[in-house]
């Protein structure tokens, strides 16, 4: 069932979101050559809760951790590790927080210490499909719409979306209805209404959008082993156009 919030619930997710965006700002200062991907999960936990937030991916479906860190070829869904970080990774940092029942989700991209240009095009390209996205999510639109315009500005890059993971409706809970592709026709699809939360969640391989799962049945990587980034915003449908929470 799709829930439609009223304008107070929806800057409840507003404040959950503004929790959320500064967890992330301040990653930008802590991700550094020789951190760990688990360096980063009790960071995120410990910001998370100190500033009233619960970190809301604890428990859900059984996952176990406040942050999915991805790396590199690591599409989503990455468990934190002790691995050390080095120089050009490509790292994303997804994370749920519930404030005052208020739920939110993000997902942002880091290059660690010095970049290069292949990893820069990609994180741009995926940023850039994120916002074209965004610009659909209005009023009498469809889902389909969304997907037409991420697939095709990305494709047209020269890189691919992964088909296995979709965005979704978002509160009361992490995961509500609807669920759709970030590829796609226009025109079709859920229609969209004031009061609607989704995220949209776009994650794009310089190579082929075919990927593996690991055993432990959370983790995937792109088939081919090239790069994978991804980008994700809460997003409220207002009679103003798109309202971005986080």
């Known amino acids: 069932m799709i829930t439609l919030k009223s304008s107070r619930e929806i800057e409840l997710m507003e404040k959950s979101g503004a929790l ?56 989503c869904h990455g468990f934190p590790k002790k691995e050390i970080l080095k120089n050009n990774d490509l790292i994303k940092v997804d994370m749920c927080i519930n404030l005052d029942g208020a739920i939110s989700d ?24 994120l916002y074209l996205g965004i610009e659909q999510a209005k009023i009498g639109n469809r889902t389909g719409d ?19 993971f979709i965005a979704h409706g978002i509160g009361p809970t992490i995961h509500e209805e609807p669920f759709f592709a970030h590829y796609g026709e226009k025109g079709k ?7 609607m939360t989704i ?27 090239s790069l994978s980034c991804q980008y994700e915003h809460s997003i409220a449908i207002t009679k103003d156009g798109p309202l971005i929470l986080t």
């Open 20 to 75: 959320l965006a500064d967890v992330h700002k301040e990653l930008r200062h802590f991700i550094a050559p020789g951190k760990t991907t688990w360096d980063i999960e009790v960071f995120v936990r410990d910001f998370i809760e100190s500033h009233g937030g619960v970190a809301a991916q604890i428990g859900f479906e059984g996952y176990k951790y406040a942050t999915c860190i991805s790396v590199n070829d690591q599409i």
């Open 106 to 129: 993000s997902c942002w991209a880091y290059v660690v210490g010095e970049s290069s240009e292949e990893v820069e095009r990609l994180m741009d390209v995926t940023k850039k499909a």
């Open 146 to 164: 969304i997907g037409y315009a991420i697939q095709t500005y990305v494709e047209s890059e020269g890189y691919s979306v992964v088909r296995d």
């Open 189 to 195: 699809g859920v229609r969209l209404k004031e009061g």
């Open 199 to 225: 995220t949209i969640e776009p994650m794009v391989n310089i190579g082929s959008w075919q990927m593996q799962m690991e055993a432990n049945g959370w983790e995937s990587r792109t088939l081919d082993g």
